[in-house]
């Protein structure tokens, strides 16, 4: 079993930033999978990034070049840095571990961006 818990989530005008955290406890595998994604209203729920099983990541090309996912892996904890906010970056964000037979959701947490 695994927990995650996000927190960062906030208003913030066009162009500021934010950080977002996501904490994971329980047991946590190697070859898990973490990622962000986000569902905005009126919209389907859609990756913004995530970690491959290699080390790599995957970005959509809506937030390449602006978000920059990170990980401490002394923490459990995934990030999702965002710069250069734009008001269609509101919405709801959830935090996913993906272990292949099983898949894990944060709460998610609100992120408003003004215009």
């Known amino acids: 079993q695994v927990q995650l818990v996000e927190s960062g989530g906030g208003l913030v005008q066009a162009g500021g930033s934010l950080r977002l955290s996501c904490a994971a406890s329980?047991?946590?595998?190697?070859?898990?999978?973490v990622g962000w994604y986000r569902q905005a209203p009126g919209k389907q729920r859609e990756l913004v990034a995530r970690?491959?099983?290699?080390?790599?990541?995957n970005y959509a090309d809506s937030v390449k070049g602006r978000f920059t996912i990170s990980r401490d892996n002394a923490k459990n904890t995934v990030y999702l840095q965002m710069n250069s906010l734009k008001p269609e970056d509101t919405a709801v964000y959830y935090c996913?571990?993906?272990?292949?037979?099983?898949?894990?959701w944060g709460q998610g947490t609100q992120v408003t961006v003004s215009s």
């Open positions: 970690f491959t099983r290699l080390g790599s990541t």
């Open positions: 996913n571990l993906d272990r292949g037979y099983a898949d894990y």
């Open positions: 329980g047991t946590i595998f190697g070859i898990d999978v």
